[in-house]
C-alpha cells in the first residue's frame, strides 16, 4: 500500500518536526492505546488501534528540519518518508509511506485495500488534525 500526502500548516518547522525525529513520537500524532516501547538497535514497536500487529519502525534518517526516512519490519515492511519546506510563510509536509503486511504477499494487495488503506489514511489524519491543533509551547519540543 502506497500512502503520499502533501500537508500545509500555519506552524514552523520546529513545531512539527519533533512529531517525527523518532518513531516512539509517533503516538503523540494519533493517541496510541499502549505506550510505545523502544527495542534493540534503535527499534521502536508502535501499537495501533484496530490493528492487531504494532509497527516496529526504525529512522534511518533524520536531517534537522529537513526531512526524516524510516523503515518497517516484523509484521509490517516498508518505507517511509516526509520532507519539510517552507512557502509563503507556511510549513509544507510533503512524503509518502509503502507498507504491507510480510508473508502475507498473495493476500497483501487484498489485505491492503480491505483493511490497511482506510486505517492507515485515518490514522495519518488524525495526525495531521493534532499537528494543527498544535500551540506553541506545548509539549511536543
Given at each position: 500500500?502506497?500512502?503520499?500526502?502533501?500537508?500545509?500548516?500555519?506552524?514552523?518547522?520546529?513545531?512539527?518536526?519533533?512529531?517525527?525525529?523518532?518513531?516512539?513520537?509517533?503516538?503523540?500524532?494519533?493517541?496510541?492505546?499502549?505506550?510505545?516501547?523502544?527495542?534493540?538497535?534503535?527499534?521502536?514497536?508502535?501499537?495501533?488501534?484496530?490493528?492487531?500487529?504494532?509497527?516496529?519502525?526504525?529512522n534511518v534518517e533524520c536531517n534537522h528540519?529537513?526531512?526524516?526516512?524510516?523503515?518497517?519490519?516484523?509484521?509490517?515492511?516498508?518505507?517511509?518518508?516526509?520532507?519539510?519546506?517552507?512557502?509563503?510563510?507556511?510549513?509544507?509536509?510533503?512524503?509518502?509511506?509503502?507498507?504491507t503486511p510480510h508473508g502475507a504477499w498473495?493476500?497483501?494487495?487484498?489485505?491492503?485495500?480491505?483493511?490497511?488503506?482506510?486505517?492507515?489514511?485515518?490514522?495519518?489524519?488524525?495526525?495531521?488534525?493534532?499537528?494543527?491543533?498544535?500551540?506553541?509551547?506545548?509539549?511536543?519540543?
Open positions: 500500500m502506497y500512502l503520499h500526502f502533501r500537508e500545509e500548516f500555519d506552524l514552523p518547522i520546529s513545531d512539527i518536526f519533533p512529531y517525527f525525529r523518532s518513531p516512539s513520537e509517533w503516538a503523540k500524532l494519533y493517541g496510541a492505546v499502549k505506550p510505545t516501547r523502544l527495542l534493540k538497535d534503535d527499534w521502536h514497536a508502535i501499537p495501533l488501534k484496530k490493528v492487531p500487529f504494532p509497527l516496529l519502525a526504525k528540519h529537513e526531512s526524516v526516512r524510516w523503515i518497517f519490519g516484523g509484521f509490517w515492511r516498508g518505507v517511509g518518508e516526509v520532507n519539510f519546506s517552507s512557502e509563503n510563510g507556511r510549513t509544507i509536509v510533503e512524503g509518502f509511506e509503502y507498507i498473495f493476500l497483501s494487495s487484498f489485505i491492503e485495500k480491505r483493511f490497511m488503506e482506510k486505517e492507515f489514511a485515518r490514522i495519518w489524519n488524525l495526525g495531521w488534525k493534532r499537528i494543527r491543533k498544535n500551540k506553541k509551547g506545548d509539549n511536543h519540543g
